[in-house]
């Protein structure tokens, strides 16, 4: 069975911190693994990485994928107040299955 | 430009009662999904769907119909609602595939009583 792991579950740092999500994945066929940002509404996506795209950056954020190792982290420089969400990942496969979403990081930052 | 939208936002029911929840995309995207959101379990598929009259049960399905006869629209029907079904429900809907980016709609609170 697909798995995605989140970790950690939830974080506190201060403004102006950097910090790391981690996502770890076990997906058949593994096509691509996407993250999202879920403020007190829908999630909104953030990043998509595949074979062909293993590093996004947008801003503040980047990302990048470890194919070897199964995994991808999300890392977020000069945290502000408005980074504060829960941050979802979830991978998807070239068969015909849907994606499979980890559990989500909170992340708080305090001022 | 509405995109994806969800309609009522929030909605109280009684055990028993069968409940719809509706969905409608602008984008003429062939992937719809839906999706319930609980503390401690993240986001659970519920059933998708990848064109008009072709839908799939997804990882908690029981308890729930959807039907899509339109491209634009994927309504999520209770049949007789349980307090269990308490939840956000997201629905979604992506262009490429199952593999690929998922756009939700705002979300709808429901809440059985």
């Known amino acids: 069975e697909d798995k995605v792991v989140q970790s950690p579950l939830s974080l506190v740092v201060h403004e102006g911190d950097t910090v790391t999500l981690n996502c770890s994945y076990e997906?058949?066929?593994?096509?691509?693994l996407l993250w999202y940002k879920q403020e007190k509404k829908a999630p909104t996506f953030l990043f998509m990485l595949t074979s062909s795209g293993i590093e996004k950056k947008s801003g503040r954020l980047s990302s990048i994928l470890d194919k070897k190792e199964l995994f991808s982290i999300l890392n977020i420089t000069a945290t502000q107040t408005g980074d504060s969400a829960i941050y979802l990942c979830a991978g998807g496969s070239r068969g015909n299955t849907p994606l499979v979403f980890g559990k989500g990081t909170r992340l708080s930052v305090i001022a | 430009d509405a995109g994806i939208t969800q309609s009522p936002r929030y909605k109280i029911t009684e055990t028993g009662r069968q409940v719809t929840l509706m969905c409608h995309q602008t984008?003429?995207?062939?992937?719809m999904f839906w999706y319930r959101q609980d503390l401690g379990h993240g986001l659970r598929l519920i059933y998708y769907?990848?064109?008009?009259?072709?839908?799939d049960k997804g990882e908690v399905p029981d308890g729930y119909v959807v039907s899509r006869s339109k491209t634009e629209n994927f309504p999520l029907t209770l049949e007789s609602a349980t307090r269990s079904q308490t939840s956000v429900y997201f629905c979604a809907s992506s262009e490429l595939g199952l593999a690929y980016e998922q756009y939700f709609g705002p979300g709808t609170r429901l809440t059985v009583t």
């Open positions: 769907s990848a064109a008009a009259d072709i839908t």
């Open positions: 984008w003429s995207h062939s992937y």
């Open positions: 997906v058949t066929n593994f096509r691509s």
